[in-house]
């Protein structure tokens, strides 16, 4: 097929940062063509101008949220970045609490939400916590919140959940669900998920204790990335938590943070 021209690239990535926020550099142009390439191939379209055109025009028959889902990476595991779910426990453990709110707010296939559900269940069954405590997950993607809310994953995306965890709170899939793992009906009872662009006004959740934005403020620009990251942290309560991507560098903000870590910060107040 023909290649992505410059001014149709910045036509796609233009559309993108204007509706949902996300970010693309020109040298990122072959990446666009790659994930791209295939879906325009698959639905007949003659090149990437046609593409443009369904993407943007008002009846676009979901394809926009399709075009969202390809150019954002959804790489994910279990318990991923271990030293932020330490934190988190030995929070909950000095401080006792009778219930806790914790969003996952870029939360792609819920790996990140299940973790932290499985972290908060053992702190209430050894006593740490009570009975009180919930996950809200949340994502711009429909099709990762869907397998989200499934709850099934491949054993290798579990590979970092003890045996004990495991046991407790996994169902092994066998003979044709060999290799998968579906997440215990009653952990999926305290996770909850929900469609949310950061980019627009937050209403109707909150206020959590703990808030994790880990690995996609890189798809925002730095204007969009300040704009993001006060945003979440208004729903989060004075003295809450808050992870990001232990890489993803300094948070740029207005409001107040104390470092704790790497890519660990307290809300002043």
Known sequence: MDTLHDHTFRAITGLMHAAVGLSFAPHKKALVASRLAPRVQRLGLPDFEAYHALIAGDDDQGEFQVAVDLLTTNETYF??????????????????????????????????????????????????????????????????????????????????????????????????????????????????????????????????????????????????????VDRVLSRLRPGGLFFIGTAEGRVPCATPLEPLGPGVFRKAG
């Open 79 to 228: 318990f991923r970045e271990p030293a932020h779910f330490e934190c988190l426990a030995q929070e909950v453990a000095q401080r006792r609490p009778a219930g806790l709110q914790v969003w996952s707010a870029a939360s792609s296939f819920g790996d990140e939400a299940y973790s932290i559900a499985m972290l908060l269940a053992d702190l209430q069954r050894q006593g740490r916590l009570g009975e009180a405590w919930g996950v809200l997950g949340t994502d711009i993607s429909d099709r990762v919140l869907r397998s989200a809310t499934q709850a099934i994953y491949p054993n290798e995306r579990l590979r970092h959940v003890g045996a004990e965890r495991l046991k407790r709170y996994c169902l092994r899939g066998e003979g044709e669900a060999e290799g998968l793992s579906l997440i215990h009906p009653q952990l999926r009872e305290r996770v909850r998920f929900g469609q949310l662009n950061l980019c627009l006004p937050i209403e109707g959740i909150g206020p959590f204790d703990a808030v994790f934005l880990r690995n996609v403020l890189i798809y925002f620009d730095a204007p969009t990335k300040s704009a993001v």
